[in-house]
């Protein structure tokens, strides 16, 4: 009952987290063309980019830790030389960038007047990083009402500021943008407040702490970029192949189909925790456990899959501007990707736990260079939808890879009758 009150929690959270494309979408198609979404969509694919070099995918290291340390002192000096980690990739990135703007902007689709705006992404990374990074404390600890107020109010203020700035000033893109920029200051300031009330800040930086996450994290460096190469470089590839408007159309139906991304994320918020505590001291009785668990996610998921499927033609004919209706398209193939993500994620939490993070190396070597492919070939012969076919096609793959070897390095990992059986049935 706890485990199902706190799924419900994480999914209602996940759906109103999600609110400021869902909310704001019928509206904003209203107010913005589709290429002012394609520009926003690239900002979006960029900072995503961003995220791994800046932060090292460091703070990962934390998570881990925290269900091995048992000293909480010498855990927040941990937690606060991880945090130094993304300060200086940002500085020297964002120096880099600003002095070879004139050279990227053409390349990088954007508007040769937008230097400041590009400059942005590199605080919005950071800010990103220590946001996500109270939001993912919240979740190991099991602090669920935390978490809850800490998202929504978050997703409250960023819609305000959007209707605000887009909608009241006639702002176009850049309002959508300034309002991502005002709400990451604003809850950056309220994570750190969280941060030292929760003793995690120390002047004592441990350079060996920060050693070990750098260690831990380089190899996930790819594994975050192999990610973003299915989840976003999609848009790079419609917006050079075929155009920018196309870009603004396919990103409204991918964010549609990643409704699917949510549920998945809102199980694995509560899977991570479960599994490691088990893992921690496994016993035969915890290993049925864990294999029910996984099972119970992978049919939560897929009733996700189904019912948003059966949702989304009524919500692009009732509430979208008739400028975005070829997005629909584009919902079942996506959200059929993060179906099989989803499953990725309830398996690569062994990974983690047991360290070993180089196995995402070479999984991340094979993501992108398969999706690269596979988007180049199929947007060439499918167009935008094409986009589609390879997100769900790489999806499955890393899955695939995933699901071998969690069952070659884990001998227990073996579904059995048993599993399928109600508790308290013979």
């Not at 091995?68 to 990739?89: C, G, N, Q, T």
């Not at 060996?208 to 299915?230: C, E, N, S």
Request: aromatic letters at 18%; glycine letters at 8%.
């Amino acid at each position: 009952m706890k485990h199902l009150r706190s799924f419900s929690i994480y999914t209602f959270v996940g759906f109103f987290g999600a609110g400021i494309n869902f909310l704001l979408m019928p509206v904003l198609s209203h107010y913005l063309s589709p290429i002012d979404y394609g520009i926003i969509a690239l900002i979006n694919t960029y900072v995503t980019i961003l995220l791994p070099l800046v932060g090292i995918e460091a703070k990962g290291y934390c998570t881990v830790q925290y269900f091995h340390m048992e000293d909480k002192s010498e855990f927040a000096r941990l937690f606060s030389s991880v945090a130094l980690i993304p300060v200086l990739p940002t500085l020297l990135l964002g120096t880099l960038f600003f002095f070879l703007f004139p050279v990227l902007a053409g390349p990088l689709e954007l508007p040769k007047d937008a230097l400041w705006w590009g400059l942005s992404m590199f605080p919005l990374a950071i800010m990103s990083i220590y946001t996500d990074t109270a939001s993912g404390y919240q979740i190991i600890t099991k602090n669920a009402s935390y978490y809850a107020v800490y998202v929504i109010s978050k997703v409250l203020v960023e819609v305000g500021l959007t209707l605000l700035f887009v909608v009241h000033y006639g702002m176009g893109w850049q309002g959508r943008i300034l309002s991502w920029i005002v709400t990451l200051v604003l809850y950056t300031i309220v994570a750190f407040i969280y941060f030292q009330r929760e003793k995690l800040l120390s002047f004592r930086v441990n350079w060996k702490h920060a050693h070990a996450a750098l260690l831990f994290g380089a190899p996930l460096i790819f594994h975050t970029l192999g990610k973003f190469v299915v989840n976003q470089s999609d848009r790079l590839f419609i917006s050079k192949m075929v155009s920018l408007d196309e870009t603004g159309i396919y990103s409204v139906g991918y964010t549609i189909g990643s409704v699917m991304l949510i549920g998945a994320t809102a199980f694995a918020n509560i899977s991570s925790p479960f599994i490691m505590e088990r893992l921690k001291t496994l016993t035969v009785h915890k290993e049925q456990q864990i294999r029910r668990f996984t099972l119970v996610g992978i049919a939560a998921m897929l009733g996700i899959l189904l019912v948003m499927n059966l949702a989304s033609p009524f919500f692009f004919k009732y509430f979208m501007d008739p400028r975005y209706a070829e997005g629909a398209g584009y919902v079942f193939w996506v959200s059929l990707g993060y179906w099989f993500w989803g499953v990725y994620m309830l398996l690569s939490v062994y990974v983690y736990y047991y360290k070993k993070t180089k196995y995402l190396v070479w999984l991340a070597i094979v993501n992108i260079l398969t999706n690269i492919g596979f988007n180049y070939l199929f947007i060439g012969w499918y167009g935008g939808i094409g986009a589609a076919y390879a997100t769900a096609l790489s999806f499955l793959i890393n899955l695939i890879l995933m699901w071998i070897k969690v069952y070659n390095m884990l001998p227990w990992f073996r579904f059995r009758a048993s599993d399928f059986r109600l508790p308290g049935r013979p």
